[in-house]
């Protein structure tokens, strides 16, 4: 649905999309302040319809989902370092990174300094130091082998073949002459 012709009934869907209640959003529009007026204008077919597409894409936008934080996951767990340098070893230009190499990296630091040397022109050479330094790698497979279920710890509570665990109860005596015998 497109934005509401009334410029005021927009900025009263907007506000309620917001979570206003009906008279907040009402004065919010610029509305004089009418609880009656408000909850009326909240029940028109065009205000709802609006609403419920703002907070639709609100709910989008903020969507959490296990496949979304799988592949944020896999990213880190399979990111490369060679996905930083062209084929010739030079650094890329961070925008030149695909998407799934720039998620991985946690951050990039560029220490400037000058060396003893002179180019042709004789103002000194500056050495230019890039140091990446990417997500844990290690935390990122666990968590997916362990979603996948590859690491699952079984502890068991039962005897022999599923059966009940066999207990007895021996005095220390007992255990010794046991010990002693053999």
Do not use: C
Not at 112 to 125: F, I, L, P, W
Not at 146 to 166: A, N
């Amino acid at each position: 649905m497109p934005i509401l012709p009334n410029p005021k009934h927009e900025a009263f869907a907007q506000a309620l999309a917001k979570g206003a209640s009906a008279a907040d959003a009402y004065i919010q529009a610029g509305y004089k302040a009418s609880r009656s007026a408000a909850s009326r204008l909240s029940t028109n077919v065009n205000i709802e319809a609006r609403v419920a597409e703002l907070v639709g894409k609100g709910a989008n936008k903020a969507a959490v989902t296990i496949a979304r934080v799988l592949d944020e996951m896999r990213k880190l767990g399979f990111s490369d370092i060679r996905g930083a340098f062209t084929p010739n070893g030079s650094l890329r230009p961070p925008e030149d990174w695909d998407d799934d190499f720039a998620a991985a990296v946690a951050a990039v630091e560029v220490v400037s300094r000058n060396t003893n040397e002179k180019d042709a022109d004789g103002r000194t050479v500056v050495e230019h130091v890039h140091k990446i330094k990417m997500w844990d790698k290690n935390s990122a497979l666990e968590k997916i082998a362990k979603h996948l279920g590859m690491f699952i710890e079984r502890h068991e509570h039962t005897g022999p073949d599923g059966g009940p665990i066999q207990t007895e109860t021996r005095s220390w005596r007992e255990v010794l002459r046991q010990q002693e015998k053999g």
